[in-house]
């Protein structure tokens, strides 16, 4: 199965800044998915990072606060734009293929 | 929009006992995931269901998929304070778009 390598693992951010969050995929995967999980909480889909096109948002998420690229199939990036302390959260990005899942490791950001 | 409820979102029971968690929905899944997550880490896929119907067991977990595909269930038999953790399920839709819709956990807590 693929392998995700996902960067930040963890950050310390002032609000008002951005951060961007890198998925590097070992295989190409068809699907690239982006979640939040804040303290406690279970995974929440940000967003489908489509390859070559505009990212498919879920309800609550826009693209202006959460722009995402994937210019190819191994590919993305996901950044938080003017955090504020209610960013802070673990973000994960999931890779499928033939719906076998792979996740990344997870970026801790925390905002002050 | 898809969604799975999870329950119950907080289990403590001591160490020996037997407990039950639950994933239902309205909708129908191709199939549902169980992971288990430990603080600091990324969720752990367990085990996959399917068929409608199926029963998986792994040790002393035994997991169902109902048989409408719109429900799942976990059963863990004698407890150990090793199960302790954050116990997700996660549906794959029947539309095709492979992303997976998370339930809200339980977080299990197993007393010695």
């Known amino acids: 199965s693929a392998v995700i390598s996902q960067k930040p693992s963890r950050d310390i951010c002032q609000r008002g800044t951005s951060l961007t969050i890198q998925c590097q995929v070992d295989s190409q995967v068809t699907m690239m998915f982006w979640y939040r999980q804040q303290p406690g909480q279970s995974l929440t889909l940000i967003a489908t990072a489509n390859q070559g096109s505009e990212a498919t948002y879920e309800s609550g998420f826009v693209i202006d606060k959460f722009p995402i690229s994937r210019p190819n199939l191994t590919f993305s990036t996901l950044t938080v734009s003017n955090m504020s302390p209610e960013d802070s959260s673990i973000y994960l990005c999931?890779?499928?293929?033939?719906?076998?899942?792979?996740f990344g490791s997870g970026t801790r950001l925390t905002v002050v | 929009t898809q969604l799975l409820e999870q329950s119950p979102q907080f289990l403590s029971i001591q160490e020996g006992e037997n407990l039950t968690v639950y994933c239902n929905s309205s909708?129908?899944?191709?199939?549902l995931q169980w992971y288990r997550q430990e603080p600091g880490e990324g969720p752990v896929l367990l085990v996959t269901v399917v068929t409608g119907g199926e029963v998986k067991k792994l040790k002393r977990l035994t997991f169902q998929f109902g048989d409408a595909r719109k429900d799942s269930s976990l059963h863990i038999t004698a407890a150990q304070t090793g199960d302790t953790g954050l116990y997700l399920c996660a549906g794959v839709g029947i539309q095709g778009a492979q992303k997976l819709v998370f339930g809200q956990g339980t977080r299990l807590t197993i007393n010695p």
């Open positions: 999931i890779g499928t293929e033939n719906y076998g899942y792979t």
């Open positions: 909708s129908v899944f191709s199939s």
